[in-house]
């Protein structure tokens, strides 16, 4: 059966993917972003800031009325604005907290009165939700803020069938910049095809929730030091090009 999805950040790689990734399985998808960017896997593109009350508001409203329902809700919105904490512009804090942790909340408040059970919430989180990367103080605070965003909502909406999970990437993209697969067990970068399959599985996985789902190639599981200490690193090497 067909859902109705509303993506909020549908512009970006990520969420191009994700609407894709809808599309081909025969869901409707309705995209929110700043700039409104239209696509072919959307069927409706609306350009609206999902950070704000009335922005977010409006985006369901007008997904409910394009759509008739809304089955799906997907937080894929950020901003990173890096600076050093304390270089950085309350301007620079206040962006990323605005389009990445209000841009969860505020959608995610709007959605619920019309969620119906078995309807299901997705985050796109990050891996520096738990680990710290220099100069990214509030992307890393509000992507932790959206982690425990989604806790709440799916222990305060559970009883009413309403899911609530997120998917914390690692490094999306960015493939060729030097040692950047360096501190990834599976010797790779992500590509935004492996968020979207996260997606789509936390959305339809009927039994899980409150779940953060690591997409990130193992990085969040790998010692620093065995990719730093020489010796280990050695034994990791061994590993990867032994036979068998």
Known sequence: MSRSVLLIGSSS?????????????????????????????????????????????????????RLGSLDVLV???????????????????????????????????????VLPPGGSIVAVSSVNATLAAPWLP?????????EGLVRQ??????V????ANAVAPGMIGNADLPRVTEGYPLGRVGRPADVAEAVLFLAS????????????GGLSIASPAAF????????LLQNRTADG
Not at 87 to 110: G, K, Q
Not at 138 to 146: C, E, L, N, R
């Open 75 to 113: 937080l894929a919105a950020a901003v990173m604005a890096p600076a050093a904490a304390h270089r950085a512009a309350p301007e620079d804090w206040h962006r990323a907290i605005d389009n990445t942790l209000h841009a969860a909340f505020f959608p995610a408040r709007a959605a619920l009165p």
């Open 13 to 65: 790689p990520i969420g191009q993917a994700i609407a894709y990734g809808f599309a081909r399985q025969g869901d409707r998808v309705v995209g929110v972003s700043l700039d409104g960017k239209a696509d072919a896997a959307l069927t409706e593109s609306l350009a609206l800031d999902a950070g704000t009350p009335e922005g977010a508001d409006e985006a369901v409203r007008r997904t409910v009325e």
């Open 228 to 235: 730093l200490r020489p010796d280990l690193h050695d034994r």
């Open 205 to 216: 996985a009927d039994f899980v929730t409150g779940a953060v789902l690591p997409v990130d």
């Open 138 to 146: 509030g992307y890393s605070a509000a992507k932790a803020g959206v």
């Open 153 to 158: 909502l799916a222990l305060d909406y559970g």
């Open 160 to 163: 009413r069938g309403i899911r």
